[in-house]
């Protein structure tokens, strides 16, 4: 079956620093959406990416998705506290080519920022 | 109003006991869902209903039995759980079932903890 795998698992930086986490799918995506989730907090949504090579932003935030449609990227510049948290990307099912009204999610990176 | 609601909160129950978590959402949305996530993992999808119907079973054991009341509302009952259920439990929402279409919004969670 379809698998996301995202890397990495866990990323620990300083204040300031960069952060950046990566996922790849087994099947090519027809979209791919990312999710936050706070400690002790529950999933929300922050983008969805549709296009081929698409790059979005968000403040600190650039989003890619590549040109194969296989892999995203989530990176974040000059971290602060508030960014903590496990990031999650999430792909739709696809078998044959039917979507099966599911969300693939990766296994999340969990981000630790030091003040 | 872009909000999902549950309740309780929390939950305690015995492996004999019978309970049920709720899950409401007033943005119109067609399609509802029930994920399990453990600490650390990703949300699991167990159920999903579209219009009111049921969609997609993940091969959940029947210990677990969702119902679906109305457009805006989403039961999970539960009966004779084991200690290994013991999670956070989120609803989520989205316009439709189409994956990946639609973000999917979700609840603040229940946290059950079987004894």
């Known amino acids: 079956g379809q698998q996301v795998m995202q890397i990495p698992q866990y990323q620990h930086v300083q204040e300031g620093e960069d952060f950046t986490t990566y996922c790849n799918s087994s099947t090519t995506l027809s979209n791919i959406q990312w999710y936050k989730q706070r400690p002790g907090g529950h999933p929300v949504f922050l983008i969805q990416?549709?296009?081929?090579?698409e790059v979005k932003k968000q403040k600190r935030l650039t989003f890619q998705f590549g040109e194969a449609k296989k892999n995203s990227s989530l990176h974040i510049t000059a971290t602060q506290t508030t960014d903590v948290g496990t990031y999650f990307c999430a792909g739709p099912s696809n078998a044959g080519g039917t979507s099966y009204g599911k969300l693939t999610f990766g296994q999340g990176t969990i981000l630790t920022v030091h003040p | 109003d872009t909000e999902v609601t549950q309740t309780p909160k929390h939950l305690v129950m015995g492996m004999t006991n019978k309970k049920s978590l709720k899950c409401e959402q007033h943005?119109?949305?067609?399609?509802m869902y029930w994920y399990k996530q453990k600490a650390k993992k990703p949300p699991e999808l167990m159920f999903v209903?579209?219009?009111?119907?049921?969609?997609i079973n993940e091969s959940v054991p029947s210990r677990f039995s969702p119902e679906c009341p109305n457009s805006s509302l989403l039961n999970l009952h539960l009966h004779a759980l084991q200690p290994e259920d013991s999670a956070l439990y989120l609803c989520?929402?989205?316009?439709?079932?189409?994956?990946?279409?639609?973000?999917?919004?979700f609840g603040p969670g229940t946290r059950l903890t079987v004894l």
């Open positions: 990416l549709v296009k081929s090579g």
């Open positions: 943005m119109g949305h067609r399609a």
């Open positions: 209903y579209s219009y009111e119907k049921l969609s």
């Open positions: 989520a929402s989205s316009q439709d079932q189409l994956a990946g279409r639609y973000e999917q919004f």
